[in-house]
């Protein structure tokens, strides 16, 4: 059983985030250049991009801490997409702080930290070129985003550009049995096995899933993840993709409406369905590739507001047509 | 270059002109600011270029600034718009600096609420009757209230010299200056254009080497590696660089950054090819299938992970799969890949939802690609093939050489010949001439069958991009070497 004071008071999350670029699980090759950037110094205005949860902003930080030493607090701003990052805000509170004064040593500069920067504005992007160009000689940019094709050309073209790819389940696991021993969390392998499932190689997900299963059963078994996650079990989805693919219509749409009634909301039983059905290896190619397809229709359906069992049931019905079709 | 940092109205600037003195906010012509320099952040100062000679633009688009430069004054207005970093604002200073120019630039001030400086900034005289003012960045307010700013230009007078020195940006309709400089305004207000070209990599191969010197241990193969991650900008180029000097080969890029690999995984989706040996559970999978004839061997490569690992944009990469699918996809399924690439254009472009339906619509796209391309003994009918950035840039640069200097015709635009292209390629030819192409834009193409395109292709040369050899059976992706890309 795990400390509950303190697995409830701090989130793991926060607990074990690195502090050094050293720890950070992933992205080898990636993390071996921002050390040197640590050890050398003198860094280029950076674009990290990367899919949530892979350590973007964790690196950073570790690199603005092995960097800055000691003044990192008062050296490196942190801007997120919860702050207000009109133009204004990059005019002002930006400018204010680039034009603060620090002392650091030569070779190192002030830090800015733009959390999720492809969600700013264009303008405040816009705004964002003059000001970078202004205050080179004291002030670096560290811009984290989910693609960097969605910030804008001016601002790519005076950064250098890091990429950062989805953690493997293997890193993972070997990070969540690092937290688990220190929590001393009492697991089985199909419970890591069903987080790895639930986080799609999203880090943060993984702990705070993990945390979430221990705070709330204790014991963490793919039942409990399951039910804590609150995600239908996704070997029911594979079951009645098998009945899909052998057009049992009755047996399938039972799956759905059973799902359905334990209060699954539509929108997570499609979110299910697709990320079981494209690692699914019962179902043929062809069928693969229409069930996606409708499955995405109907996505967009539910979405755009029509959640209703109808719409789940007309999906699971057009899919038991299809290898007939075919 | 004159720069006057602006905190009041517009009398700082009529001051900095008037003022020959050397004012602490005005510094004179000849000492330059190096603004580029400082972005590029450490490579040395005197590796600036300090003369045109040192300039590894095209010569022909040099001396297009060069001669807008050294007209008599007053020259009026110059849009001078490119791509970032390919060079725009370092041949306006060096070569204004050559010609003895004096140039002000404006730079933004804090507060420009409502405020008529930068109108103000615009409709100043330099003292110097030769000199000229330059304008990097625009007002916010600019781009929200584009009838103001036409006034404003409208409103300029006729003595005056001003470039506008504007990135263009194809990510961003807001900000793109081409919304700014229609054709229209350009040709009612004689507002004289340069367009700048990413530069072709053997000219950004040469700069870096410049950069580089002789004591580096940077090979010239590396320094084309670089210049192909860059694509065309200089800035991004020598920032690679940087860290390449100081870093060495492993720590400063990633071959994984390079636009080669977009290649790689279009050509991974259109080739469709499967792997030697299907595993078992495959096997078994596909024997659920009824239509015996539908059944699939097992493809070469994890769809998944070229889809969740693709680091490019999937409404990017789907647009190369439409270019680059009629050549590959039988004609007879052509219409089932083309379905899906319309429905993950026209359903699935969730666009506030975009991280969600991103993976759908390419999910859809690659799988049907990926299915509808296979074909049995494909081994024989399949053809080395370089793989080209989009056909339509090809053809907006042949498009480009018909057009006459200066001339604004609105009918030139880059939409109607994609259209269109795709579906050309498909038949292996490419209409006899730009020139008659688009002189009959539209009736040309589908009015006619296609014996008499044939009839009409036969007697010209016909350009087709497949490299045929008998009997190769593997597939190669060469990407065309982009040197030409300046040279038009």
């Known amino acids: 059983m795990a400390d509950l004071k303190n697995s409830e008071t701090i989130p793991w999350v926060e607990k074990y985030r690195p502090m050094l670029l050293n720890d950070i699980v992933g992205n080898e090759h990636t993390i071996e250049r921002l050390k040197h950037f640590a050890k050398h110094g003198n860094v280029p205005n950076l ?143 199909e419970g890591l096995v069903a987080i790895l499932f639930t986080a799609q190689g999203d880090m943060r997900q993984a702990l705070n899933n993990l945390q979430c299963t221990v705070s709330g059963y204790g014991y963490v078994n793919a039942e409990n993840v399951y039910k804590v996650c609150d995600e239908p079990h996704p070997s029911m989805m594979e079951d009645m993709f098998v009945n899909c693919v052998k057009g049992k219509v009755r047996e399938a749409s039972e799956t759905i409406h059973l799902l359905y009634r334990l209060g699954y909301s539509p929108e997570d039983i499609i979110n299910t369905m697709f990320r079981v059905c494209k690692v699914c290896d019962k179902i043929p190619e062809l069928l693969k590739l229409e069930f996606l397809r409708e499955i995405g229709i109907c996505h967009v359906r539910i979405v755009e507001g029509l959640s209703t069992l109808v719409q789940l049931s007309g999906l699971v019905a057009k899919m038991c047509m299809m290898n007939e079709a075919s | 270059m004159m720069v006057t940092t602006r905190k009041k109205r517009s009398t700082t600037v009529s001051d900095a002109f008037n003022d020959d003195s050397t004012g602490k906010r005005a510094k004179r012509s000849g000492t330059s600011t190096k603004t580029t320099q400082a972005e590029s952040v450490t490579i040395e100062c005197d590796t600036t270029p300090m003369t045109s000679n040192d300039l590894h633009m095209h010569s022909r688009k040099l001396s297009e600034i060069r001669n807008w430069l050294s007209k008599p004054a007053p020259r009026g207005i110059l849009s001078l718009i490119g791509p970032p970093g390919s060079g725009k604002s370092t041949a306006v200073r060096v070569l204004s600096h050559e ?60 003595s005056s010299s001003i470039i506008f020195c504007l990135p263009s940006t194809q990510s961003s309709w807001h900000l793109n200056p081409t919304r700014l400089f229609t054709p229209m305004i350009c040709l009612d207000l004689g507002i004289s254009q340069i367009t700048t070209n990413p ?118 990469l789907i647009s190369f799969v439409f270019e680059h699918s009629p050549r590959f996809t039988p004609m007879s399924s052509l219409h089932k890949v083309f379905d899906a690439i319309s429905l993950s254009d026209s359903t699935l472009h969730v666009w506030n939802r975009r991280d969600v339906f991103d993976q759908y619509a390419l999910q859809t796209v690659v799988r049907n690609s990926l299915f509808y391309n296979y074909q049995e003994n494909a081994g024989e009918s399949r053809c080395k093939y370089a793989f080209t950035n989009p056909l339509s840039d090809q053809l907006v640069k042949e498009m480009r050489k018909l057009v006459p200097e200066n001339e604004v015709s609105m009918c030139w635009r880059k939409e109607y010949y994609t259209e269109t292209v795709p579906m050309m390629s498909r038949m292996g030819i490419l209409p006899p001439s730009m020139e008659y192409f688009s002189h009959n834009l539209g009736s040309f193409i589908w009015l006619k069958g296609l014996d008499q395109w044939k009839a009409q292709g036969s007697h010209q040369i016909v350009k087709t991009r497949v490299v045929e050899e008998e009997g190769h059976v593997e597939f190669d992706i060469v990407d065309t070497d982009d040197s030409d890309t300046d040279s038009f």
């Open chain 1, 47 to 189: 674009i990290i991009s990367g899919p949530p949860g892979c350590g973007k902003t964790t690196s950073i930080w570790a690199l603005a801490r092995e960097l800055l030493g000691k003044h990192v607090k008062e050296a490196c701003l942190e801007l997120n997409a919860s702050d207000d990052r009109g133009i204004d805000v990059v005019r002002n509170k930006i400018k204010t702080f680039a034009q603060t004064r620090v002392t650091l040593p030569a070779g190192r500069h002030k830090m800015i930290i733009l959390d999720e920067a492809d969600s700013m504005t264009e303008g405040a992007q816009q705004a964002l070129r003059k000001t970078m160009e202004g205050y080179s000689k004291t002030t670096r940019f560290a811009l984290a985003c989910n693609q960097s094709d969605k910030i804008i050309e001016p601002l790519q073209s005076r950064c250098a550009i890091v990429r950062y790819m989805k953690l493997s389940d293997a890193e993972m696991l070997l990070r969540l049995q690092e937290v688990a021993a220190m929590e001393n969390v009492q697991y089985d392998d």
């Open chain 2, 199 to 316: 530069f072709a990599t053997t000219f950004l191969t040469k700069a870096m080497k410049r950069v580089a010197g002789n004591n580096s241990d940077c090979r010239d193969a590396e320094l084309t590696e670089i210049a192909k991650i860059a694509d065309g900008d200089l800035r991004k180029a020598l920032i690679i660089l940087n860290l390449r000097l100081r870093f060495g080969k492993g720590n400063a890029y990633d071959k994984a950054d390079s636009p080669i690999s977009l290649f790689h995984a279009v050509g991974r989706i259109v080739y469709a090819k499967r792997a030697e040996k299907t595993s078992s559970s495959w096997k078994e999978a596909e024997r659920l299938l009824n239509n015996e004839r539908m059944r699939r061997p097992q493809p070469d490569f994890d769809v998944n992970l070229l889809v969740e690992e693709s680091p490019y944009d999937s409404q990017k």
């Open chain 2, 99 to 158: 010609l003895k120019i004096l140039t002000s630039e404006w730079l933004e001030c804090d507060h420009e609420i409502e405020d008529d400086s930068f109108a103000d900034f615009l409709h100043c005289r330099p003292s110097t009757r030769t000199g000229i003012l330059l304008v990097r960045h625009l007002p916010q307010s600019t781009y929200n209230d584009l009838p103001k700013f036409h006034e404003l230009l409208r409103s300029i007078p006729s």
